[in-house]
């Protein structure tokens, strides 16, 4: 006797399929994924082969105090030492910051200030309270994350589809969700994440340069915490060129005194209230 399909047959076997979402995404030249160490491995060897970068281009950032946009020429080499420098609109030069990822130099309004390489004073340029390698990390194309955060798991992505999605756990709880483009090797975003689940901060990377090892030109920044967005686009780019290691020293112009930044950074007190 012959198999009798019924309609009710039917739907019932469309209704089974629909509630059984395929367990990766229907592109057949993705291949199987990776062990979430190779995974790292992978994304970790064309970042961090960029050893160094000469670029120009803009920053804009949003924070408290609204929207500001500069021009912005940037030396990088690892593992912490750059040069930044801001321009007006007009591309006239407004400050310009060092660090040999120790000690930080900025020159701002005819003053040389001088102190440690802290978050908190890289910060007084761009607002990113970053360690000098991490900034180094970033502006070269790869995510702030040290060798403490260790590879924990890896699935597909849910956006894009067809992508890894690679979680890492850091220190003090943190954990890092990294987005990876499985054909280049890329990663595309990058969520770090406190011990709460709150965001600390999302990096995402655009406008790809190359083919092997490809050069992100655009970096988006979230800190929420902070309220703050900074937005990097390159449009010079020069990777894994010779970099003039004087690029890396500021030295105070005639007659111009050294002024201290804070060792370590100042936190002043809320100010007092009810006082007589």
Known sequence: MGLVVTPRAIVLCLALLAGCPPNRPQNPDVRPLPTPDEA??????????RKTLRAQGRVTYFGDEGRVRLGLVEVVERPARFRLETLSPLEQPIDVMVSDGERLSLLRNGQLHEGP????????LLPLPLRPHEIVDVLLGGVPLSDTFKPLGIDWAESPADHWKLTLAGPGGEVAELTIDPV??????????????KVRMEVQFDDFLGDRAPFPRTVEIKMPDRNLEVSLKLKEVEVDV????????LKAPPGVAVIPLPTPPVVLP?????RP
């Open 117 to 124: 390489a802290t978050p908190e004073n890289v910060a007084r």
């Open 184 to 197: 280049r090797r890329v990663v595309i975003r990058a969520i770090i994440k406190r011990a709460d689940q």
């Open 40 to 49: 790292r491995r992978q994304v970790d060897e064309g970042a961090r082969s």
């Open 242 to 249: 010779a970099i003039d290691p004087s690029l890396f020293v």
């Open 270 to 274: 809320p100010p007092e209230t009810g």
